[in-house]
């Protein structure tokens, strides 16, 4: 899914309220967009000083505010009412079926491993390693998935709040299944019979340098497993090998990054050397792992709380994704294929 990773804030609290948590979800979301629109009008500020306006030349102004409307409109303007709670389209995802599967099929040639042993009939809490700023990963566990038929409901992938912030990415990740990050959104999903696909390394994942490819890190606080504890769904780590020379990182540009919102800026062999052509990933070899599924479902509820336990399966669950990328890395004999 964006932690899809869970965020650390919902992993921090056991949640024993869910009106509350609720409640601080939303509080958080009217704070979130308070600080934007802070940060637009500053902007709008910085602009109006810096370039003329007026009635012989370009307005600069106007300029701006239509072009931040388009942007924040793209892929809207056909968006259907029959969509679903979280903006899933299935007539989108319908459309879009025939280059997922070229994807999948051709230029990634995605080999799949360990589905046999995969809970059928029921919800899943699939946990992966994550790389990459764009969220392929997600998207390609997730078609895997649904085309085999190996989860009862088209599964969703979580995303980072400040991926779902750019003005083009919210519609298209919404409309392919992508969710924003949070544990409230997970749960709904999971106890209406919809496997989740999480992150829980979050931004230390997507934001590794090629150097540090295919070293998983630390799962947050255990949010992840609280969420499958309280749902009492199973929990599967998950290895992907590929996706991080997909789009490898050769060093990161944050500075100028922060100030459009985004974490840094990667620098790859082909961005921003090649502009928007920079953006299409590389045809790297991909194989996706399914770990041995660990059941909470004989668990208690109140086992959320236990801090012990929630650590354990923490570390159980990186582990386990840690080894099987070894094992998938040790099996492929070149990054090309």
């Not at 009217?30 to 030349?57: I, K, V, W, Y």
């Not at 038929?149 to 991926?163: T, Y």
């Not at 780590?237 to 540009?253: D, I, M, T, Y």
């Not at 991909?286 to 354990?312: H, K, N, Y």
Request: glycine fraction near 10%; aromatic fraction near 8%.
């Amino acid at each position: 899914m964006s932690e899809p990773h869970l965020p650390e804030s919902g992993e921090d609290a056991p949640a024993p309220d869910p009106e509350g948590a609720a409640a601080e979800a939303r509080a958080r979301r009217r704070l979130e967009g308070g600080l934007l629109q802070e940060a637009l009008g500053a902007l709008r500020a910085e602009l109006s000083a810096r370039l003329p306006s007026g009635e012989h030349g370009v307005d600069w102004m106007a300029l701006f505010d239509s072009l931040r409307r388009r942007l924040g409109s793209t892929g809207m303007r056909s968006l259907p009412a029959e969509v679903d709670e979280f903006g899933l389209d299935r007539a989108a995802l319908e459309r879009a079926r025939p280059w997922l599967d070229a994807l999948l099929d051709r230029w990634w040639r995605v080999e799949v491993s360990g589905a046999d042993a995969l809970p059928r009939g029921q919800p899943c809490l699939f946990v992966a390693n994550h790389s990459g700023l764009l969220p392929w990963d997600g998207l390609v566990i997730c078609h895997a998935l649904g085309r085999e038929r190996l989860a009862p409901e088209a599964p969703r992938f979580l995303v980072e709040d400040w991926l779902l912030g750019l003005p083009f990415a919210q519609p298209f990740l919404t409309r392919l299944g992508g969710v924003r990050a949070c544990r409230e959104n997970a749960e709904r999903l999971l106890r209406t019979r919809r496997s989740v696909v999480a992150f829980p390394e979050g931004a230390k994942g997507a934001t590794k340098v090629f150097r540090q490819r295919y070293r998983v890190q630390r799962f947050g606080r255990g949010g992840v497993v609280r969420t499958a504890i309280a749902t009492r769904v199973p929990l599967v780590p998950v290895a992907v090998v590929g996706a991080e020379e997909a789009h490898p990182v050769l060093f990161k540009v944050e500075s100028a990054a922060r100030a459009i919102g985004l974490p840094f800026v990667p620098v790859t062999p082909t961005f921003p050397w090649l502009g928007p052509l920079g953006l299409v990933p590389l045809p790297s070899k991909w194989w996706i792992g399914f770990g041995e599924p660990v059941r909470t479902d004989e668990l208690v509820p109140e086992a959320e709380q236990d801090e012990l336990l929630v650590s354990r399966l923490n570390e159980q669950l990186r582990a386990a994704v840690q080894e099987r990328l070894d094992e998938g890395l040790r099996a492929r004999p070149s990054v090309w294929g």
